[in-house]
Nanobody, 123 residues
Framework: QVQLVESGGGLVQAGGSLRLSCEASGGTFSSYAMGWFRQAPGKEREFVAAMSRSGAGTAYADSVKGRFTISRDNAKNTVHLQMNSLKPEDTADYYC????????????????WGQGTQVTVSS
């Protein structure tokens, strides 16, 4: 059983930056592909970014490509999401998720989820 805990959310002005972190415990972190998803009020959860077990492979939603960067440190059991040039439409609860083997962009494929961290971008 893998436990995931996100941190780093907060309130930021449009154009600003935030760095989200997700710390994993209870499993072999390098065995899991990692993903970030977000859910805005009244909307469905959507894919943001994902990374392979080794870190060599990544995927991004078109809406964040060029602004967000996913990274991981397998030695520290952490995955990060660096968010730059934030926009009000990035406001959401952000969740990290883990799945065995290959990363995907589908939330239903992920087995383990954190509790989420809130990001609010003011205009």
């Amino acid at each position: 059983q893998v436990q995931l805990v996100e941190s780093g959310g907060g309130l930021v002005q449009a154009g600003g930056s935030l760095r989200l972190s997700c710390e994993a415990s209870g499993g072999t972190f390098s065995s899991y592909a990692m993903g970030w998803f977000r859910q805005a009020p009244g909307k469905e959860r959507e894919f943001v970014a994902a990374m392979s077990r080794s870190g060599a492979g990544t995927a991004y939603a078109d809406s964040v490509k060029g602004r967000f960067t996913i990274s991981r440190d397998n030695a520290k059991n952490t995955v990060h999401l660096q968010m730059n040039s934030l926009k009000p439409e990035d406001t959401a609860d952000y969740y990290c998720a883990a799945k065995r083997k290959v990363y995907t962009v589908r939330a239903n494929d992920y087995e383990y989820w954190g509790q989420g961290t809130q990001v609010t971008v003011s205009s």
